[in-house]
């Protein structure tokens, strides 16, 4: 690219951030890193800060300061820990921003950079979907541009036409289906947390492949997709196909539908976002469509995948209830990597916090965090009366 663009990465240390750095390591003349952020992997972190020169390295574990300044001592880089290092490492001006922190904890960091009116290249759909809402609203407020990372939105992001959303039909969003798309619920009762973060098409972060495995990663998907192209939800359907290799499509009033294709590699819809409005290329294996012969696809089967129906309720009804199918997630997902549930509790935990659980729309941050924090409680609750 022409011009030097200055970028922050928040969540570096993980499998988005790792990609990101990695086009960014290839492209060293067209970036400099302004700011990288981790929870707790102190070595990862100050690797890459030494490695892309970065101005500022900040963790999240705010016991593992002195570690981290200690990692950088004598090379300039400025270190920070805690909450609030995150949150001004977002702060921080960069012409772009990478949200890849995992989960609910993304949410302050990336409105800090929202509230600087910054690109934000979306990765962490857990604070759109908890605070969507408030999210979209402070991006139109000031100026800030929000560019979906998820595969399946940077295909939607490509295929649609913005000023004519009146004439889209329908947004198709494409799913694997995970590794247990052909599975019985008996065979999925007794699955390993090891066995379920084993996805057939692409290497992801833990919680997200066990979402990718429960298919609520889908379900968060489409409020998701909800926030970012608002054609109504009514008008988003979920497609499962296996190959991965339609990342979603657009349905429009004439019969076109556009669709956006490649291999199962995260640098793509990155790149694509990292050097928009350009391209740049992204060393991703190119897409061989006679090796792979055919495509096919399936309706999805909301009777073995239950998080589907939970979600669809949620964006329906709108308000609190996304950020409790949210946060009641994330505290299920923890327990099944813990060992401490059964796979096919995950989605039941869900439910059962949305059915005993309905405070009214968040208007605020802090709002948010109180309906997260009420719901995470009431599902470790219930969790521990069962384990009892
Ligand atoms: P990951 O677990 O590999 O990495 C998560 C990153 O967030 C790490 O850098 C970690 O240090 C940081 N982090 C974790 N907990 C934190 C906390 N409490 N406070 C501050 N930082 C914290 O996850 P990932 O797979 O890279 O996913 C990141 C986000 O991108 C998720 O929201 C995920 O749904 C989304 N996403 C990932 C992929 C993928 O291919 N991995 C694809 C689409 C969307
Ligand atoms: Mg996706």
Avoid at 224 to 238: M, N, Q, S, T, Y
Avoid at 247 to 271: C, K
């Amino acid at each position: 690219m022409a011009v030097m663009r200055t970028v922050s990465i928040l969540g570096a240390t993980g499998s988005v951030g790792t990609s990101t750095l990695d086009l960014i390591d290839r492209n060293r003349d067209a970036f400099e890193v302004v700011a990288l952020t981790a929870h707790s992997d102190v070595k990862g972190l100050a690797d890459a800060a030494r490695r892309t020169r970065a101005r500022f390295a900040a963790i999240g574990d705010a016991a593992l300061g002195a570690a981290l300044a200690e990692a950088l001592a004598g090379t300039g880089i400025e270190t920070g820990a805690g909450e609030g290092a995150l949150i001004e490492a977002a702060a921080r001006d960069a012409d772009w921003t990478m949200a890849a922190i995992v989960g609910c904890a993304g949410l302050k960091p990336v409105m800090a950079a929202l509230k600087r009116g910054a690109t934000v290249a979306l990765a962490n759909k857990e604070s759109l979907v908890s605070a969507g809402d408030l999210m979209t609203l402070a991006a139109r407020t000031h100026g800030a541009t929000l560019l979906p990372v998820d595969s399946e939105h940077n295909a939607i992001f490509q295929c649609l036409d913005r000023d004519r959303l009146d004439k889209v039909r329908r947004i198709i969003l494409t799913a694997s289906g995970g590794p247990f798309r052909t599975w019985s619920p008996a065979e999925m009762a007794g699955v390993t947390p090891e066995r379920a973060v084993k996805h057939p098409n692409w290497s992801m972060g833990a919680k997200i492949s066990i979402d990718s495995a429960t298919m609520m990663n889908k379900g968060l998907e489409l409020i998701e997709a909800h926030h970012l192209f608002p054609v109504g939800h009514e008008r988003i359907d979920i497609l499962v196909h296996p190959q991965s290799v339609i990342h979603s499509m657009v349905e429009y009033v004439d019969g076109s539908t556009l669709a956006q294709l490649g291999t199962p590699d995260m640098r793509t819809p990155i790149a694509h976002a990292l050097a928009w409005p350009q391209r740049m290329a992204a060393p991703a294996e190119r897409l061989d469509l006679a090796r792979i012969g055919s495509l096919s696809f399936e309706a999805p089967d909301p009777v073995r995948f239950p998080a589907l129906a939970l979600a669809r309720a949620a964006v329906e009804a709108g308000g609190a209830r996304p950020a409790i199918l949210n946060a009641a997630n994330e505290q299920a997902v923890a327990a099944f990597l813990g060992r401490r549930i059964a796979f096919l509790d995950i989605a039941a935990i869900v439910a059962k916090v949305l059915d005993s659980y309905d405070p009214s729309s968040p208007t605020s941050l802090d709002e948010v965090f109180a309906i997260d924090a009420e719901a995470r409680r009431l599902a470790t609750a219930m969790m521990e009366e069962k384990a009892a």
